[in-house]
């Protein structure tokens, strides 16, 4: 089993940053795949970010490209969410994943996740 913890989030005015962290332990193996999903009330659950177990392969959605970063530690077993130039739309509940088996983008491809943290952005 492999357990994700979080960490970071909060509340944050528009155009501020935050930077949410990840980190894997227990069966966890430095070649998983990691990634960040989100989701809004009244929204479904989507990929916002992902990095591959080497940490040379991203993938983004449109909405956050430019202004959010993933990135892994130097141990592998973690990931980092640096998000910049935050606005009110990117407000929700934000989840640390690890391992795919399938579409990226596909929440149901993803084998482990994390409890949650939530992002606020006011206007």
């Known amino acids: 089993q492999v357990q994700l913890e979080q960490s970071g989030g909060g509340l944050v005015q528009a155009g501020g940053s935050l930077r949410l962290s990840c980190a894997a332990s227990?069966?966890?193996?430095?070649?998983?795949?990691m990634g960040w999903f989100r989701q809004a009330p009244g929204k479904e659950r989507e990929l916002v970010a992902s990095i591959s177990g080497s940490g040379t392969s991203t993938t983004y959605t449109n909405a956050v490209k430019g202004r959010f970063t993933i990135s892994r530690g130097d141990a592998k077993n973690t990931v980092y969410l640096q998000m910049n130039s935050l606005n009110p739309e990117d407000t929700a509940l934000y989840y640390c994943?690890?391992?795919?088996?399938?579409?990226?983008?596909?929440?149901?491809?993803?084998?482990?996740w994390g409890p949650g943290t939530q992002v606020t952005v006011s206007s």
């Open positions: 994943t690890a391992h795919i088996v399938g579409l990226v983008r596909d929440a149901a491809s993803w084998t482990y």
């Open positions: 227990g069966r966890t193996r430095a070649d998983y795949t």
